[in-house]
């Protein structure tokens, strides 16, 4: 069964603070998705990384997919009281359904 | 271009009764997820469908759990008699096609009492 593992669960920041979230697999997915959610709401969308070693960047947000595939980091730079969610990673692996790890709570505060 | 609408936002139910929880997907998408959400958990897959077909339940409890999605209308999870294990958001998701990003919709939280 694959999981992905993600690390811390709970984060509160000062708002103006950097801070690295991560998501660890011992699988290798074909693509590594990053959502946010707010409460009372589905999932949104951040970035997907495809390729080994891919670096995007969103903003203050830049996300990571490991060299192996099998492992994803999101570092916010400066964050602030509106990067407050759950950030959840996601796998994909061909032919299975994405596959969601538990997530981290981020709250910011001013 | 409205997004994944479902109904309704929040269900209650006693032990035992039937709920049915709804989900449009967005316009022109045809294959529509199922995930439940329990607190500290992350999304849990259970059911993948393309219309009229269901292309993966390996994720959906045996017993009890039904999902479908007609040629008209929504996509529906069904669960029949159900018990408080079985309060928790449930998300549909959509995409246009298998390998495009999923698009969520706002939940249905079950309540069994």
């Known amino acids: 069964t694959q999981l992905l593992e993600q690390s811390p669960q709970f984060l509160s920041i000062q708002e103006g603070e950097n801070l690295t979230v991560y998501c660890n697999s011992s699988?290798?997915?074909?693509?590594l998705q990053w959502y946010r959610q707010e409460p009372g709401e589905g999932p949104v969308l951040l970035v997907t990384?495809?390729?080994?070693?891919e670096v995007k960047k969103l903003k203050r947000l830049t996300f990571q997919f490991g060299d192996a595939r099998k492992d994803s980091s999101l570092h916010i730079t400066a964050a602030q009281p509106g990067d407050t969610g759950l950030y959840l990673c996601?796998?994909?692996?061909?032919?299975?359904?994405?596959?969601f790890g538990k997530g981290t709570t981020l709250s910011v505060s001013s | 271009n409205a997004g994944v609408m479902q109904n309704p936002r929040h269900l209650v139910r006693r032990r035992g009764q039937e709920a049915r929880l709804r989900c449009s997907p967005m316009?022109?998408?045809?294959?529509v997820y199922w995930y439940r959400q329990l607190p500290e958990e992350g999304l849990k897959f259970m059911v993948y469908?393309?219309?009229?077909?269901?292309?993966?339940e390996s994720g959906m409890p045996k017993e009890r759990f039904s999902a479908e999605f007609p040629k008209e209308g929504p996509s529906i999870l069904r669960i029949q008699q159900v018990v408080r294990g079985d309060s928790a958001a449930y998300f549909c998701?959509?995409?246009?096609?298998?390998?495009?990003?999923?698009?969520f919709g706002n939940g249905t939280r079950l309540t069994v009492t």
């Open positions: 998701a959509s995409s246009g096609d298998r390998n495009s990003p999923l698009h």
């Open positions: 699988s290798v997915f074909s693509s």
């Open positions: 990384v495809v390729t080994g070693g």
């Open positions: 996601a796998g994909e692996e061909a032919g299975t359904a994405l596959i």
């Open positions: 316009k022109g998408h045809s294959h």
């Open positions: 469908l393309q219309k009229e077909n269901i292309i993966d």
